[in-house]
């Protein structure tokens, strides 16, 4: 065999070789499967963290308080009971020492990840915003779930006037408070009253339920 014959023969080797890489290529942008919105099953209680921190499968969003009306009326003692659970981790006192996190003392409207000499995880750092009422309030609720990566490793509080109650405490924990926004106008009466309808009369007069009038009180007996 002369070396044209062979020149034949690997170019025809090649060409065999680029026309299956071509077809490969070509399938796999035809084939490629596509993945569903929603996934087909949802666990119960259990928090997707998404893998590129993308925040695409953030927990579902929850109504914020209007901080203008329930901060003025917050129990700011009951929240300072709930801190003594950050000060496991936090120094929350004027004295401004690093613990396993950044001290808390005037954390509120204070920015994201400022306290020199903490390191901070990537996560915190490379968000960069003000500790603000919602953002506090969105944070606590469940660290992990809000910012995936943060080294805080707390389960948060799920109870919402519990977070709005160690926010009042956070906020007055400083030399000089944050400012409370004015009360929102009146527009949106239905995040302001969550429980409507659950909520038992107070005074232990009969109640209407959703059937009609409840049984009426037993009469007296007359003797
Ligand atoms: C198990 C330890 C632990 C507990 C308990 C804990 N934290 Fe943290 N916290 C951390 C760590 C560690 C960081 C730093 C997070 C990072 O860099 O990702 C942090 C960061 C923070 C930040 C961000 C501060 C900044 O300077 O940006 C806030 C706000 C915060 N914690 C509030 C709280 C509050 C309020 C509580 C109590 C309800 C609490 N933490 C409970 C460990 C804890």
Known sequence: MDSFEWNKIIGAVLGTAIFIFVVRVVAENIYEPEKPAKPGYVVEGVVETP???????????????????????????????????????????????IKIGPPLFGVVDRARASIAGFAYSGELKGHPANWTYDELYKFLKSPGAY???????????????????LIAFLRSNTDAPAPIPAPKPAEAPAAAAPAAGAAPAADGAPVKGPNGPAAPPPAPKAN
């Open 51 to 97: 893998a590129g921190g993308g925040g695409a499968a953030a927990p579902v969003a929850e109504a914020l308080p209007d901080w203008g009306t329930v901060l003025a009326k917050a129990d700011i003692a009951a929240g300072k009971a709930t801190a003594a659970k950050c000060e496991a981790c936090h120094d929350l006192s004027a004295a401004k020492t």
């Open 147 to 165: 910012l995936p990566g943060t080294k805080m490793s707390f389960a948060g509080i799920s109870k919402s006037d519990d977070r709005i109650n």
